[in-house]
Nanobody, 123 residues
Framework: QVQLVESGGGLVQAGGSLRLSCAASGRTFSSYAMGWFRQAPGKEREFVGAINWLGTYTYYADSVKGRFTISRDNAKNTVYLQMNGLKPEDTAVYYC????????????????WGQGTQVTVSS
């Protein structure tokens, strides 16, 4: 089992940057694929990006491709989401998720979830 805690959210102006962190407990973090999702008020949770267990493969939703970057440090049990060029439509609660299966783009593909961190982008 793994427990996930996100941090790094906040309020930023459009065009700005934030880096979210997701710290995981457990000694087997390096075995897990990790995903980032977000949920805006009144909307369904949507895929942002994912990374494989080794950190050699990433993929992203079209809406964030070229602006967001996922990375991981298995020695620190942490995965990151670097967000550049933020837009008001990026405003949401951001969640990290983990699963022993390969990186996936669907909510059902992840067993473990963090509690989320709020990102607000002002125009």
């Amino acid at each position: 089992q793994v427990q996930l805690v996100e941090s790094g959210g906040g309020l930023v102006q459009a065009g700005g940057s934030l880096r979210l962190s997701c710290a995981a407990s457990g000694r087997t973090f390096s075995s897990y694929a990790m995903g980032w999702f977000r949920q805006a008020p009144g909307k369904e949770r949507e895929f942002v990006g994912a990374i494989n267990w080794l950190g050699t493969y990433t993929y992203y939703a079209d809406s964030v491709k070229g602006r967001f970057t996922i990375s991981r440090d298995n020695a620190k049990n942490t995965v990151y989401l670097q967000m550049n060029g933020l837009k008001p439509e990026d405003t949401a609660v951001y969640y990290c998720a983990a699963d022993l299966s390969g990186p996936r783009s669907v909510v059902a593909g992840y067993r473990y979830w963090g509690q989320g961190t709020q990102v607000t982008v002002s125009s």
